[in-house]
C-alpha cells in the first residue's frame, strides 16, 4: 500500500445523514480509523421518513436488526404510495411490478391493448403491493418464485428521531459530542484545515463530512455552488405534526394535492405523521399551521443540488448536499447513495481527487433522475391553483421531456444511467398520472386478443385472492413487536 | 402538447443485402412480426459478402432463442465450435498471454467485490484467471454446457460460438423463406426518393423490375447504398483512436492447437491476427494500419502464422472505424457494417447487428414515421457503440509495447475522456462504475484492463474488515472448486463430435 490510509473521518451536524454514515463508516473503516461526530442542534431529526426498499440493504450493510428498529422507531410497513388529487382518479404505485411479461412483451403493453376494448381495470390493479396497500393488508414477500407473493416488496415508514436512536446504537465506536461550529479553519490550498467549535475545541480530521442542513462545511470549500431547482419544484417549506392514528393504517404513504402544495401522511406506530409542503411566497406560515389545525413546526426547505458535493476534503451527505420535496417516498435514498458511493471511491489521507469528480457526476445524475420523477408529478397534476400552475409553466427539463414524449409515443421508458426508479416504477408514475400512450407496442398483438384477455383477468384474481388472503397492516405490526 | 395522429401500420419491408446482417434482420423480423408485414430481401449473387465475424458472444443464445432455433441443428449447419472466451496474446508485450472470459471471476464477499479481494491476497492464491470456470476450461481445452442446476459451479458457465458466417447467412434463409420472407435475386441500379418528404419509395434493380416498401433495412454492408449513398448520412470517423484500416482474411486447413473453445488474437506489429477454430477449418485474419503495413507485408505476417495450409485466396477489405451519425434516417435503418465499424477484436460485428435488431422490433415504426421513435434508436445506438468502442480502444491504449512505431503511436495517443476517467480510476483502488447501456459488463473490463496491464495500486481499504487468513483459505476453496469443474468437463473436440459433428449432407439444410 503506498498511499496512508485514512486516520481520522469527522462528521459534522448529525441527523439521519449524518448517523447514516457514521453508522456505516463505522462498520467498515478499520479500526485505526478514527470517527468522531458533531452533532449541531439544527441537524436534530424531526418528523417520519417515507423510504424505497433499497434502504433495508442499507440496514443490512450496517447490522440493523428490522424488527428492534421497527421498534425503536415506531416503524410500519410500506407497499408503496397513493396520489390523491393530482390526477383523477387517485391512484397507487406498489413496490411489486404490475403483471408479468406475457409473450416476451413489457405487461403495460398487455394492458394497454386490453384498455382500448374496456377489459382491463386499473394498472395497479395488477400490482399485489398497490392491491393490497389499498385493502390495508400486508405479508412479507415469499422466497417461493412461483408464488404470487414473491413478487412483493416494501420499505419502511419510520420516525426520524427513532431512526437515528438505533442508527447510532450501531454506530458503537463513533465518538459523539455536541457542539456548534463557531469557524471553519481553511489551509492555503482550500482544503478544510479544523473545525472550531463555539466551545474552542478544534476538530481536525482527514476527511470531514457535513451533513450540517445548511452545508456549513462544504460552503467554505472554493467550488459549492448551488444549482437551484425551485422554478419547477415550487415548495419552500415543511410543516410537520403528528395527528392520531387510524384503526388500521394503510401500509402506504399517502400524498394529497391542496390549493397550498401537497399534504403527506405518513403512518407511524402511535401516530401519523403530517407534513404540509408549501410555497412561503404564496402561503404565510401561519396559514399553514392553519391547515394543519393550528400547530406545527416549520422546516425550510430548498430544492437543488451542489454543483460538487465532494470538494477536496470535504464531503456533503444529505441536506447539504441535495434536498428535494419528499413527494416520491424516496427519502434518505439520497443520502443512502452518498454513503454507498463514499464507501466505494473511499479516498486516502492525501485525498483523491479523480473519486471526487467521480463521485460528483455520480451524484449529481442520480439527483437529477430523482428531481426528474418529482417534477413529472407537478407537471401531470390538474390543479390549476397559482402554485400548481406555476411550476407547470416552468415546464420539465429536457431529459423529462425526452423520457415522457418517449412514452406518450408508445409506452417505451427511457433509463438512463443513474436512476433511482426501475422500469416499473416509472410505467406506474406515468399511468397512474394519467399519461398514457397512444400506441403499444406491435408484439404485444402477436398474442390472441381472447387470450390475452383470459390472461389479464386470471392475474387479476389471483392478486386479489392473494391480497384478501394477507393479514391486516395493524396485525402484521402485532406480530413484529 | 399536440400529438401526432397514429399512423397505418407497415406492411411492407425491404431489406437490401443479403449478409450475415441481411438474413438475420429477415430472419427475426419473419419470425416477429410475420404475418403483419410482408417481408422481402434483396441481395445478388455477384456481390461477395464480408462474413468478418464469425466469433461471436454469449446473448447471440438470445438471438437463437427468439427464433426458436435448435442449437444443435444450428451448430451441425454452420459448422460451428463452442467459444469460452479469447486469448490475448503478445498485447501487453511481447510473450504475454491474457483470457478475456465470458462469465465472471470469483464471488463477491461480504458484498465486497471479488476483483478487490483478489488484488489484496493475490501472491497467496494465484492468478485471477484461475477464478473463472470459462478461463480455467478454455486453457485445457475442455466444454460441456452449462449445468441447470444453480447450486453447480458448472452452472455459471457462459459461451458463445465460432461459425461460419456464410453458412449462418444461408441457414437463416432458409428459416426466414420457411416464414415467408421472399428473397429476390438483382442488383440495384437506381433509389427513388419520395418527392414531398425525401423518404425511399422504391428500390430499381438493374432488369428494370420495381419494389416499393414501407420500411427499408439498409444490409448493404460497407457501400451503404441507401443510408449513405441515397440519404447522404453522414459518417463519424474514429480512426484517430483507431488506426487500422485494412484486413486481409484466409481460411487453413485445422493444425496448431487444434480446435480451441476459444478465438485468438494475437498482436503483430502494425494490428493484430485472429484465429477462430471452425469444425471444418480454421479462419485467420490480419487487422492493420495500412499507414504502417503494406499490404504485401501483411499477408506474409498472415500466411507465416497459419496452423496449416491455406484453403482459399486471400480476401482483403478496407474499411474506416466509425460509425453512422444517425444509423436511422426517414424511412430507412441501416443495420450491419452500413451503420458503422468496429474492428472485430471483441467479437462484436454480429452482436451489433442483432443489438440493432432487438431494437428495431422494440421501436417498429408505423407509417407516421414518428421522429421520437427514430431519436431514440438513434440515441441507443451511438450510446451502445460508443461504449464497444472505448472497451476496444483499451487493448491498444494499455500497452508496454514499443517495438514498433504503430505500438508507440497507440500507446501515446490522446483517447476519449470516458475511457482515460474508467483507466485512472481503475488504476488507483479497482474502481468501475459501469454504464447500464455498456455491453461489457465490469467482468469484461476488468478482464482486459488487468490483463493489460493495468492492476490496481491499491485495493479496496474495505477488504481490511474481512481477516486475511479466511480470505486466503476461502478464495483457494474456490479456484480448486473451478479447477475441478473444469476438470471433469469433456475435451472440446470429443464434445463437439458428439453434439453437434457437421454432415457434409447436413451441413446446408435449414432446421
Known amino acids: 500500500m503506498s498511499r496512508s490510509p485514512l486516520n481520522s473521518v469527522a462528521i459534522l451536524g448529525g441527523g439521519v445523514a449524518g448517523w447514516m454514515s457514521a453508522a456505516a463508516l463505522a462498520r467498515v473503516l478499520p479500526p485505526a480509523c478514527a470517527i468522531r461526530m458533531v452533532e449541531t442542534a439544527d441537524a436534530a431529526p424531526r418528523g417520519a421518513l417515507s423510504t424505497l426498499p433499497a434502504l433495508r440493504g442499507f440496514h443490512g450493510l450496517v447490522g440493523l436488526d428490522e424488527a428492534a428498529l421497527m421498534r425503536v422507531a415506531r416503524g410500519t410497513f410500506k407497499l408503496g404510495a397513493r396520489y390523491d388529487g393530482w390526477t383523477d382518479p387517485d391512484h397507487v404505485e406498489g413496490f411489486s411490478d404490475a403483471g408479468a411479461n406475457l409473450d416476451g412483451v413489457a405487461f403495460h403493453h398487455h394492458w394497454l391493448r386490453a384498455r382500448q376494448r374496456g377489459e382491463a381495470g386499473r394498472y395497479e390493479d395488477y400490482s399485489l403491493a398497490a392491491v393490497a396497500g389499498r385493502m390495508g393488508r400486508f405479508a412479507p414477500p415469499s422466497e417461493d418464485p412461483r408464488s404470487v407473493l414473491s413478487t412483493l416488496s416494501y420499505g419502511l415508514h419510520l420516525d426520524a428521531a427513532g431512526y437515528v436512536a438505533a442508527l447510532r446504537a450501531a454506530a458503537g465506536r463513533v465518538q459523539a459530542r455536541t457542539g456548534e461550529i463557531a469557524e471553519v479553519a481553511q489551509a492555503p490550498d482550500g482544503a478544510i484545515a479544523a473545525v472550531i467549535l463555539a466551545d474552542g475545541e478544534r476538530i481536525a480530521a482527514d476527511l470531514f463530512i457535513d451533513t450540517t442542513p445548511e452545508g456549513r462545511l462544504i460552503e467554505a470549500t472554493p467550488d459549492a455552488a448551488w444549482i437551484d431547482e425551485s422554478t419547477a419544484l415550487p415548495c419552500d417549506r415543511l410543516a410537520l405534526r403528528e395527528v392520531a392514528s387510524r384503526a388500521n393504517p394503510p401500509p402506504l404513504t399517502e400524498f394529497e394535492a391542496v390549493a397550498e402544495g401537497w399534504l403527506r401522511r405518513v403512518p407511524l406506530r402511535g401516530g401519523d405523521a403530517v407534513t404540509l409542503a408549501y410555497a412561503s411566497g404564496l402561503t404565510p406560515d401561519d396559514a399553514a399551521r392553519e391547515c394543519l389545525g393550528g400547530e406545527a413546526t416549520i422546516v425550510r426547505l430548498r430544492n437543488g443540488r451542489r454543483e460538487r458535493a465532494w470538494s477536496g476534503n470535504c464531503l456533503a451527505i444529505g441536506p447539504a448536499a441535495s434536498q428535494l420535496e419528499p413527494l416520491n417516498g424516496d427519502d434518505a435514498q439520497g443520502i443512502q447513495g452518498g454513503v454507498g458511493r463514499l464507501i466505494a471511491l473511499l479516498p486516502t489521507a492525501d485525498g483523491s481527487p479523480l473519486a471526487a469528480v467521480e463521485y460528483n457526476r455520480l451524484m449529481a445524475e442520480t439527483f437529477d433522475r430523482a428531481r426528474d420523477m418529482a417534477v413529472l408529478r407537478y407537471v401531470a397534476a390538474t390543479r390549476t391553483d397559482p402554485l400548481w400552475a406555476g411550476a407547470r409553466r416552468a415546464g420539465p427539463p429536457a431529459a423529462l421531456a425526452y423520457k415522457r414524449a418517449q412514452f406518450e409515443s408508445r409506452g417505451r421508458v427511457v433509463l438512463y444511467d443513474e436512476e433511482t426508479f426501475v422500469e416499473g416504477a416509472w410505467v406506474g408514475a406515468f399511468l397512474g398520472h394519467g399519461i398514457t400512450p397512444r400506441r403499444h407496442d406491435r408484439l404485444a398483438d402477436r398474442l390472441p386478443a381472447d387470450q390475452a384477455d383470459a390472461a389479464l383477468a386470471r392475474l387479476r384474481g389471483l392478486i386479489r385472492q392473494a391480497a384478501l388472503s394477507m393479514p391486516t397492516h395493524a396485525d402484521a405490526l402485532k406480530d413484529r413487536s | ?511
Not at chain 2, 296 to 322: C, H, K, M, W
Not at chain 2, 351 to 375: R, V, W
Not at chain 2, 399 to 421: F, K
Open chain 2, 1 to 511: 402538447m399536440t400529438l401526432p395522429p397514429v399512423g397505418d401500420p407497415i406492411r411492407r419491408v425491404l431489406v437490401l443485402g443479403g449478409g450475415t446482417a441481411g438474413w438475420m434482420t429477415a430472419a427475426a423480423l419473419s419470425k416477429v412480426l410475420g404475418g403483419q408485414v410482408e417481408v422481402t430481401l434483396i441481395e445478388s449473387e455477384q456481390i461477395g459478402t464480408v462474413g468478418v465475424g464469425e466469433a461471436t458472444i454469449p446473448p447471440i443464445l438470445t438471438f437463437n432463442a427468439m427464433l426458436g432455433i435448435d442449437e444443435r441443428a444450428f451448430m451441425r449447419a454452420t459448422r460451428a465450435s463452442f467459444k469460452l472466451g479469447i486469448e490475448f496474446r503478445d498485447w501487453t508485450r511481447l510473450g504475454d498471454r491474457y483470457i478475456h472470459p465470458f462469465g465472471t471471476f470469483g464471488l463477491d464477499i461480504e458484498a465486497i467485490k471479488f476483483h478487490q479481494v483478489w488484488r489484496k491476497v493475490r501472491d497467496q492464491v494465484g492468478p485471477i484467471e484461475d477464478f473463472n470456470l470459462a478461463a480455467v476450461a478454455a486453457r485445457q481445452n475442455r466444454f460441456a454446457l452449462p449445468d441447470p442446476d444453480p447450486a453447480k459451479v458448472l452452472s455459471s458457465l457462459k459461451y458463445a460460438f465460432h461459425f461460419d458466417a456464410g453458412l449462418y447467412a444461408r441457414f437463416l434463409r432458409g428459416f426466414a423463406e420457411a416464414r415467408g420472407a421472399t428473397r429476390i435475386e438483382g442488383k440495384v441500379a437506381d433509389v427513388t426518393l419520395r418527392g414531398e418528404d425525401g423518404f425511399i419509395q422504391s428500390l430499381t434493380l438493374e432488369d428494370g423490375r420495381t419494389f416499393e416498401a414501407d420500411l427499408f433495412i439498409d444490409c448493404s454492408g460497407f457501400r451503404a447504398l441507401l443510408i449513405g449513398q441515397a440519404l447522404g448520412g453522414r459518417y463519424v470517423d474514429w480512426s484517430h483512436w483507431l488506426p487500422n484500416d485494412r484486413a486481409v482474411a484466409i481460411p487453413c486447413d485445422t493444425g496448431g492447437d487444434g480446435l480451441t473453445p476459444y478465438t485468438r488474437a494475437t498482436a503483430d506489429k502494425a494490428g493484430w491476427r485472429w484465429r477462430i477454430p471452425l469444425q471444418h477449418r480454421t479462419g485467420n485474419g490480419y487487422v492493420y494500419s495500412s499507414a504502417h503495413l503494406g499490404d504485401d507485408e501483411a499477408l506474409a505476417a498472415l500466411i507465416a502464422g497459419l496452423d496449416g495450409p491455406a484453403r482459399a485466396e486471400p480476401n482483403v477489405l478496407r474499411f474506416q472505424a466509425g460509425r453512422r451519425d444517425q444509423a436511422w434516417i426517414k424511412n430507412c435503418v441501416a443495420i450491419g457494417l452500413s451503420s458503422g465499424f468496429l474492428e472485430p477484436l471483441e467479437s462484436t460485428s454480429i452482436h451489433l447487428i442483432q443489438a440493432g435488431i432487438t431494437k428495431l422490433l422494440a421501436l417498429f415504426p408505423d407509417k407516421s414515421f414518428d421522429p421520437l421513435e427514430i431519436d431514440e434508436y438513434n440515441r441507443l445506438t451511438a450510446q451502445q457503440v460508443e461504449l464497444v468502442r472505448d472497451f476496444i480502444i483499451l487493448h491498444f491504449k494499455a500497452t508496454e509495447r514499443s517495438d514498433t512505431p504503430y505500438w508507440n503511436h497507440v500507446r501515446t495517443m490522446q483517447i476519449p475522456e470516458s475511457l482515460q476517467r474508467k483507466i485512472d480510476l481503475f488504476a488507483g483502488r479497482g474502481r468501475l462504475f459501469s454504464s447500464d447501456y455498456d455491453l461489457f459488463a465490469e467482468p469484461s473490463w476488468i478482464a482486459v484492463l488487468m490483463g493489460q496491464g493495468i492492476v490496481p495500486r491499491q485495493y479496496d481499504a474495505l477488504v481490511d474488515s474481512l481477516p486475511e487468513a479466511a480470505l486466503v483459505q476461502r478464495l483457494r476453496r474456490m479456484s480448486a472448486l473451478i479447477g475441478q469443474t473444469a476438470q471433469a468437463m469433456p475435451d472440446h473436440q470429443a464434445f463437439i463430435a458428439r453434439y453437434c459433428a457437421a454432415e457434409a449432407a447436413a451441413a446446408h439444410s435449414p432446421a
